[in-house]
């Protein structure tokens, strides 16, 4: 049995030596985003106490990374390609290790929001990078299918590592000491990366095409920024102006794809039903998980009265589920079927997402462990298995700017979902009543409210943070519900996307 998208022949069987010290150093490029991503989350109410951000600042500091490494994913992936994916992913891990101090040792909102952009440019030569060194490496069908598992394991263990080691460093130093724990990683990956990365570039790239990398930038950031704004604010025309520049930039950066001899992006990849399925199950996966995931630190935190540490072993059963599923997605896949994993795994997340609709204030751990538990599992297939279909539906020389349409669903999800969902969260928040006295601060968020609250005489303050508590909970039910309906739909929609779409065996 072979691709639907490739013939048998193009496959090849040869196995590079050393090849599994090598994914070791991929994994811990993969360990470096997905521990920056959770601890940032963690230590959101430590931000919000210190630099005292506004609500919409808040949100932008949890989203410019994801709205910057969407535009430039494609093109730093298209980089890749041409210079040599080794190359750009020691020169973006050690951007990315010097920028995190930057975000360490920020004092203001503004600071904040400009070091997680600059952090985002660094991570868009990562992850591309990685998965399509792997591509290159593992030749064998199976051994990429347990390659691309354990990279897909590495990245959720990674969100269990984040909170627990950012929880243990939250409470004994300052927050910025969560972002200096990149160091280190970047520091091995690097220093051993050197030595058994092996290089390996198009052979025939073609230019890197700066017009399509500025009209796939303004576009994808400036699209973002008007979903973001409409969902926030309302219809308003400079948000409509603003969508319509970044929708006509898109439409600029697709015609010049589709007219250069060489492209940036070839857009035939998406004429591939299975291809376009998978790109589109990971980007309406991971915008309807991601306001639960952003908002969840808060909701152990604030709500239920947490320490940090207890609450990054709180979200632990989520990362063990997703790596447990992640090392055996492969093998399913070939028992069962493509679709019926995929889906299957997303109808698990949705069905999860709809038990915490139930969620209040005292809500115990046992239903919250469990209903995390079947969103790692469920999240652990689905990406696994669509990131196989994304690597195998490509040649290899192509597979930097493939595994970048890939990683771009993944991070514009996450900004159109913190958008839309953290909206609506945010906006169930503000509406709270709170007595005589409440100071509009606190009606930016709940860190703001709590933090307000200690200036305040004790019974009001009690009265605002009851108040305050009910309606993040109510805005963080609201937020769920959506995200279940969203990942349901998916589950149907990849059903009929991935018909027939088979995983590759060895020849």
């Known amino acids: 049995m072979t691709s639907t998208l490739q013939p048998a022949g193009t496959v090849e069987t040869e196995k590079r030596p050393g090849r599994w010290l090598a994914l070791s150093v991929l994994v811990l490029a993969v360990l470096l985003v997905a521990v920056d991503a959770t601890v940032l989350g963690l230590a959101t109410p430590y931000i919000s106490e210190d630099l005292r951000p506004t609500g919409t ?28 994916r080794k190359r750009i992913l020691l020169v973006g891990a050690t951007a990315f290790g010097a920028i995190s101090v930057l975000n360490a040792y920020a004092t203001t909102p503004e600071l904040m929001i400009a070091a997680r952009a600059l952090l985002g440019v660094a991570g868009a030569t990562l992850m591309p990078a990685t998965l399509a060194l792997i591509r290159n490496i593992f030749h064998d069908p199976r051994e990429r299918s347990l390659a691309v598992g354990i990279w897909g394991a590495t990245a959720s263990a990674g969100t269990a590592v984040g909170p627990i080691a950012g929880g243990f460093l939250l409470e004994h130093f300052w927050w910025g000491s969560v972002f200096l724990i990149n160091l280190p990683v970047m520091a091995v990956l690097v220093l051993v990366g050197v030595r058994t990365l092996p ?8 230019p890197w095409d700066l017009t399509s990398v500025l009209l796939s930038l303004v576009g994808m950031i400036a699209v973002v920024y008007a979903v973001k704004e409409t969902a926030t604010h309302g219809f308003a025309l400079p948000s409509l102006a603003v969508g319509l520049l970044g929708a006509a930039a898109l439409y600029g950066f697709v015609h010049r794809q589709l007219t250069m001899p060489i492209p940036l992006l070839d857009m035939r990849l998406f004429r591939s039903r ?48 997703a790596v447990a599923a992640g090392l055996v997605a492969g093998r399913a896949a070939r028992r069962f079927s493509v679709r019926a994993v995929v889906s299957g795994g997303l109808a698990a997340v949705g069905l999860a997402l709809a038990v ?46 493939a595994s970048a349409v890939s990683e771009t669903a993944y991070e514009l999800g996450a900004a159109l979902g913190i958008a839309l969902l953290g909206s609506i969260v945010t906006g169930v928040y503000r ?19 709590v933090e307000a609250s200690k200036t305040m005489p004790t019974a009001p303050a009690q009265h605002m943070l009851e108040a305050a508590r009910t309606s993040f909970v109510d805005g963080l039910q609201l937020a769920s519900a959506a995200g279940a309906a969203v990942l349901l739909a998916t589950a149907l929609a990849a059903w009929f996307l991935l018909k027939q779409q088979k995983l590759e065996n060895e020849v």
């Open 199 to 206: 290089e390996s570039r198009n052979p025939a790239p073609g």
């Open 356 to 401: 915490l609709t139930t969620l209040d204030r005292s809500t115990g751990y046992p239903l919250l462990g469990a209903a995390l538990l079947v969103v790692g599992i469920g999240a652990g297939f689905s990406f696994t298995v669509t990131a196989d279909v994304i690597l195998s539906s490509v040649p290899k020389d192509q597979a930097g700017a």
């Open 274 to 321: 299975g291809f376009s399925g998978a790109v589109l199950a990971d980007l309406l996966t991971v915008l309807g998980m991601s306001g639960l995931v952003f908002f969840l630190s808060q909701y152990l935190q604030l709500v239920q009265g947490r320490h940090p540490f207890e609450a990054g072993l709180a979200e632990l059963p989520a990362a063990v589920g």
């Open 431 to 449: 509406d709270f009543t709170g007595p005589t006295g409440t100071p509009e601060a606190a009606h930016e968020s709940l860190g703001a409210a």
């Open 57 to 84: 600042q808040l949100l932008w500091i949890g989203d410019v990374y994801s709205f910057v490494i969407a535009g430039l994913l494609v093109s730093m992936g298209s980089l890749g390609d041409r210079i040599g």
